[in-house]
């Protein structure tokens, strides 16, 4: 099985790279580290992203289509929303993502891309616009893989924003317009381009932050992206080595 794994800044997979057997370090065109190597019985691809949607976008367009992964597996941190009953060190894990800005603002409105008719993604029947949703099953089998250690795992919607929250206006504001439980910066673009990749895709974040009030101070991102990092690993563990029989399509 070979399962690429996404992450925006070297502190969210320096751990996960640690623990690789056999790593190889090198060089892509639109990601700023690779290094690839063997956890259990996988084949991992660890890719640095950067930050931002296009950053994320471009680096797994290009993993998809030059090493046909079996799996996408989208990490690092992230922060909660204050009513989504989340603390810094947890877990939080993926059912859906929503793009957290697209769409039109009014005085005291906003209109996502399914109410004005645009959607991001068509094929067939099928029409997804500011959400797209993870892998079911898979999203299933890394809740309950994380969730038997870290007891106060959330699955829910992740938001992927532009601009990160710092007022808790903004935070109750797309909280009740997505019942988002966290966000971030890359997540949305990545599960975008595996669903037309057909590539199956999870994630998951530690929390490091609270989104609200904008306070580095309490932040604790290193704590959390450890923690992400021990469940990834756990979750890579608990996969067999053949080729993946889930279609991101299913």
Avoid at 109 to 122: M, N, Q, S
């Amino acid at each position: 099985m070979v399962i690429a794994l996404f992450h925006a800044v070297a502190m969210e997979a320096g751990l996960v790279i640690k623990h690789l057997s056999r790593p190889v370090r090198f060089k892509e065109r639109t990601a700023r580290v690779v290094v690839r190597g063997e956890l259990g019985n996988a084949d991992v691809i660890c890719m640095e992203t950067g930050v931002g949607k296009v950053n994320a976008a471009m680096t797994a367009s290009l993993a998809l289509f030059k090493y046909h992964p079996d799996l996408v597996i989208s990490m690092g941190i992230g922060g909660a929303y204050p009513d989504a009953g989340l603390n810094v060190g947890d877990i939080a894990v993926a059912e859906c993502e929503v793009y957290g800005d697209e769409g039109v603002i009014l005085e005291g409105d906003f209109l996502t891309l399914e109410a004005v008719g645009i959607p991001f993604y068509k094929k067939g029947k099928t029409k997804l616009f500011n959400t797209f949703p993870l892998h079911a099953k898979l999203t299933l089998q890394l809740y309950d893989t994380v969730s038997q250690q870290y007891k106060n795992t959330k699955a829910g919607a992740f938001v992927t924003v532009s601009s990160c929250t710092g007022t808790r206006n903004r935070a109750d504001e797309l909280t009740k317009r997505y019942s988002g439980i966290c966000e971030n910066m890359e997540g949305a673009a990545i599960v975008h381009t595996c669903k037309v990749f057909g590539t199956p895709v999870v994630e998951l974040r530690g929390i490091s932050n609270i989104a609200a009030d904008r306070g580095r101070g309490s932040w604790e991102c290193l704590r959390a992206s450890k923690i992400a990092q021990h469940a990834v690993i756990m979750f890579i563990k608990t996969l067999g080595g053949v080729r993946c029989q889930y279609s991101a399509n299913r």
